[in-house]
């Protein structure tokens, strides 16, 4: 007896144009399903699954999609910009969703390094779980609001006005810790990677409340 298609399996309106894209941009790397699917750390299944519109991928997917296929999470969403524009202003900062967090470019396309302003509701986010490991470097300034941030076997709780510089081939995970979710400045180096960058382990980390 078959069972009934469950909501994560149902084509998504979210990102409408992602999943072809996301297959062209395969296709022009010269990868199959099985060789992609090895490099981001998903499932074949799994792939076919955002390939086709079943799945919407998570803005930390998002960052190694783009990571994986040599382009920026604007481009993989279909945005288009002035490539060398220095000024983004505020009423061109659409909001777009990924996976339950709010985003906003707010740097230029086409670049190494990524800008996005971000919000992380607070509450159980399958992301929330995810360990993340790449090469490049991650900063992040907490704006509003109080944030988790797990480098390693360490927690550290920052709060409203915060920051963080770290290598990214630590592995690390964010999630927001009050009640009105989390907002923040996020910047990224986009570098293209063959390894996986979501690592799941066994992980205990110690609690440290950075000043």
Same mark, same amino acid.
């Given at each position: 007896m078959s069972r009934p298609p469950s909501?994560?399996?149902?084509?998504?309106? !979210?990102?409408?144009?992602?999943?072809?894209?996301?297959?062209?941009?395969?296709?022009?790397?010269? %990868? @199959?399903? !099985?060789?992609a699917a090895a490099r981001i750390g998903l499932s074949p299944a799994h792939l076919s699954r955002l390939e086709t519109g079943r799945r919407t991928p998570? +803005?930390?997917?998002? *960052?190694?999609?783009?990571?994986t296929y040599g382009t920026t999470v604007s481009e993989l969403l279909g945005e288009v910009g002035e490539e060398r524009e220095p000024v983004i202003r505020a009423d061109r900062m659409e909001p777009q969703q990924a996976g339950g967090w709010t985003y906003?470019?707010?740097?230029?396309?086409? &670049?190494? *390094?990524?800008? %996005?302003?971000l919000h992380v509701p607070t509450g159980p986010r399958?992301? !929330?779980?995810?360990? &993340?490991?790449?090469?490049? !470097? =991650?900063? +992040?300034?907490? @704006?509003?609001? &109080?944030? &988790?941030?797990?480098?390693g076997g360490t927690i550290h709780l920052l709060e409203?006005?915060?920051?963080a510089h770290f290598d990214s081939l630590t592995p690390h995970?964010?999630?927001?810790?009050?009640?009105?979710?989390?907002? *923040?400045?996020?910047?990224?180096?986009?570098?293209?990677?063959?390894?996986? =960058?979501?690592? %799941?382990?066994?992980?205990?980390?110690t609690h440290r409340r950075t000043p």
């Amino acid at each position: 007896m078959s069972r009934p298609p469950s909501p994560a399996d149902q084509p998504s309106a !979210e990102l409408p144009d992602m999943a072809p894209r996301l297959r062209s941009l395969r296709s022009r790397s010269g %990868l @199959t399903l !099985e060789a992609a699917a090895a490099r981001i750390g998903l499932s074949p299944a799994h792939l076919s699954r955002l390939e086709t519109g079943r799945r919407t991928p998570s +803005l930390p997917m998002l *960052l190694t999609l783009a990571r994986t296929y040599g382009t920026t999470v604007s481009e993989l969403l279909g945005e288009v910009g002035e490539e060398r524009e220095p000024v983004i202003r505020a009423d061109r900062m659409e909001p777009q969703q990924a996976g339950g967090w709010t985003y906003w470019r707010a740097g230029g396309s086409g &670049r190494a *390094l990524q800008a %996005l302003r971000l919000h992380v509701p607070t509450g159980p986010r399958g992301q !929330e779980e995810l360990v &993340r490991v790449h090469p490049g !470097e =991650e900063w +992040l300034y907490v @704006t509003r609001g &109080r944030l &988790r941030l797990t480098l390693g076997g360490t927690i550290h709780l920052l709060e409203t006005g915060d920051a963080a510089h770290f290598d990214s081939l630590t592995p690390h995970r964010i999630a927001a810790a009050s009640p009105g979710g989390v907002d *923040l400045l996020f910047l990224h180096t986009l570098l293209q990677s063959g390894a996986a =960058e979501l690592c %799941l382990g066994d992980h205990r980390p110690t609690h440290r409340r950075t000043p």
